[in-house]
């Protein structure tokens, strides 16, 4: 089953950092994925791999007039089994990544821990544990993948 795992939240509430650090744990886990391209910088991540010939699209840009809509098209074009990306809680994200369920795609919409009382350092732990989480749900996935493609 094809899956569009959604980081859903308001702005600057960790779902880009989130998503980056999903990846470089996805990397860690599975060191002969194959990158077939990355593109990164500090604040933002955009890649696509494969791990053990499941595809899967990465994308940390969830803001409106982004290039989430774009990215989100090009992974389902690229028949990703699995795409990561961050989104808004209405509006045009949310409306973009919907419109992938005609083309056989679930959505799981989850979000980061957050407490807005504590600081930087301490809300980075709490977005290294749902980048923790995430990745959990993409090895379910790629489980579930391995066991009806036998």
């Not at 955009?46 to 989100?72: F, H, Q, V, W, Y």
């Amino acid at each position: 089953m094809k899956t569009i795992i959604v980081n859903k939240g308001r702005s600057r509430q960790g779902k880009s950092k989130t998503i980056i650090k999903t990846a470089e744990l996805l990397k860690q886990q599975y060191p002969n994925a194959i990158i077939l391209f990355e593109e990164s910088r500090d604040d933002d991540i955009k890649m696509m791999l494969t791990i053990d010939a499941i595809k899967i699209g990465i994308e940390s840009k969830g803001d409106p007039n982004s290039r989430l809509k774009n990215s989100i098209s090009e992974f389902t074009e690229q028949n990703c089994n699995i795409i990561l990306c961050a989104s808004r809680t209405n509006g045009s994200t949310v409306n973009a990544i919907r419109k992938h369920r005609t083309q056989g795609y679930t959505i799981t919409w989850v979000a980061n821990a957050r407490n807005n009382d504590y600081s930087e350092p301490q809300q980075n732990e709490l977005n290294e544990l749902s980048a923790t989480y995430f990745l959990g749900i993409i090895k379910h996935l790629i489980a579930q993948h391995k066991i009806t493609h036998q």
